[in-house]
């Protein structure tokens, strides 16, 4: 399986790393907040859309702790799906099989064998 790589001394990661649940949790709610004004939406519209209570936004945006499916339908009605992306899983073949396949594979044409030949009669 290949899991997105993180460089671990990218200086955005060491930040990420350092900060406490509540801080990752008041950033996700910045986030959430800033794209839902951005886009003229009010938490009541938000909220009603989404399937959840005001309040639930509203807990969401202050960096509160909320149901991770709250989350998802937040950002699902602000179109912002696509941040999931970075939690893409894909199977990916592990190097020692790569090359096992490599060697499988074929490298030129097999001879052709007499009396079997590929040659259109023409009726002329």
Do not use: C
Request: glycine share 4%; proline share 2%; hydrophobic share 35%.
């Amino acid at each position: 399986m290949n899991v997105n790589i993180i460089n671990m001394n990218d200086k955005s990661y060491i930040r990420w790393r350092e900060m406490s649940d509540k801080s990752l949790m008041e950033n996700i709610g910045n986030f959430i907040q800033s794209h839902r004004l951005s886009q003229n939406k009010s938490q009541e519209e938000v909220a009603e859309s989404a399937g959840i209570s005001r309040s639930t936004l509203s807990l969401l945006e202050r960096g509160k702790k909320v149901r991770l499916d709250s989350l998802i339908q937040v950002l699902r009605v602000l179109d912002l799906l696509n941040i999931m992306e970075i939690f893409r899983v894909e199977d990916q073949i592990s190097p020692i099989e790569y090359a096992k396949l490599r060697k499988k594979q074929r490298k030129q044409a097999s001879p052709r064998k007499s009396g079997s030949t590929n040659k259109i009669e023409s009726g002329w």
